[in-house]
């Protein structure tokens, strides 16, 4: 089984502009990111799909590699279709967000074995256990699972509603970190958008509502993701920047 790590990495961003190459300890968060995905041992290849030569030209110079797309994918995972096109013999593909500095290569290997423990998994993701804090905060996704680990919904509201509220209660957030078959990718991006997909702004949606199973495996990681200069200056005290 071939395994192919793709990390997206958009220049454009309105909430930090030129995020991928914002410095993080002195390096652009991109070449952390790259440099975490490098040390999985399942992928045979690591490779950073880019829309903007700065990017490209940033990887190539720290001796990374990367793939120029085009600017004007609706989603990342159009974006990850088109690279997947271009891997023909890549069986599975694991995408790796270009804003987790700390992704720990422990999760892209996890979730690369559930596929040789499942030869008919189409798609997994991750989940962690989430802080009260975080309950009626609508950018914490929240995931609710079956009893074998595969997704029943995500929410940006919060799943399950206690009810009667108990020791066994539970809230779960979705870890945005996805692992595909090549085919799936195609056959996910070729699929039109759905209504709770679009209630919810969450493209993982779409695919429960095409009938489709998403495993969910859990992990204690407690990255933090960057969207802000908030962010930003969280990872920089975290890894040691100024």
């Known amino acids: 089984m071939k395994v192919l790590c793709v990390i997206p990495a958009r220049y454009a ?14 390096k652009p968060m991109i070449q952390h990111v790259y440099e975490q995905a490098g040390k999985a041992k399942k992928p045979a290849e690591v490779l950073v799909a880019v829309d903007d030569r700065r990017v490209y030209d ?16 609706p989603n990342g995972t159009s974006r990850l279709a088109e690279v997947a096109g271009k891997y023909p013999d890549a069986d599975v593909i694991i995408n790796v967000q270009g804003d987790e500095p700390m992704i ?15 030869p008919d998994l189409k798609m997994a993701t991750m989940k962690v ?3 009260e804090s975080e309950y009626d ?16 919904y995500f ?26 078959t090549r ?5 996910y991006a070729a699929m039109a958008p759905t209504p709770l997909e679009q209630v919810e702004s969450l493209e993982q949606l779409r695919v429960l509502e095409n009938g489709c199973r998403i495993k969910v495996l859990e992990s204690d990681f407690k990255g933090v993701g960057v969207d802000t200069q908030a962010d930003l200056d969280a990872v920089n005290k975290l890894l040691g920047g100024k």
């Not at 720990?104 to 499942?118: S, T």
């Not at 509201?157 to 009667?164: A, E, G, N, V």
């Not at 085919?183 to 056959?187: A, K, T």
């Open 13 to 26: 961003s309105t909430r930090l502009p030129g995020k991928p190459l914002k410095l993080i300890a002195g």
């Open 155 to 180: 929410s940006r509201s919060l799943i399950p509603y206690p009810r009667h509220k108990d020791g066994f209660f539970k809230v779960y957030k979705h870890v945005g970190i996805y692992a595909y």
């Open 104 to 118: 720990p290569p422990e999760i892209i290997d996890r979730l690369a074995e559930a596929f040789e423990k499942e």
């Open 137 to 152: 905060d609508p950018s914490a996704v929240k995931v609710v699972t079956d009893k074998d680990g595969y997704a029943l």
């Open 183 to 187: 085919d799936f990718v195609l056959e």
């Open 58 to 73: 940033a990887v190539v110079g720290f001796g990374g590699k990367a793939v120029m797309t085009r600017k004007d994918h």
């Open 129 to 131: 256990r989430m802080e």
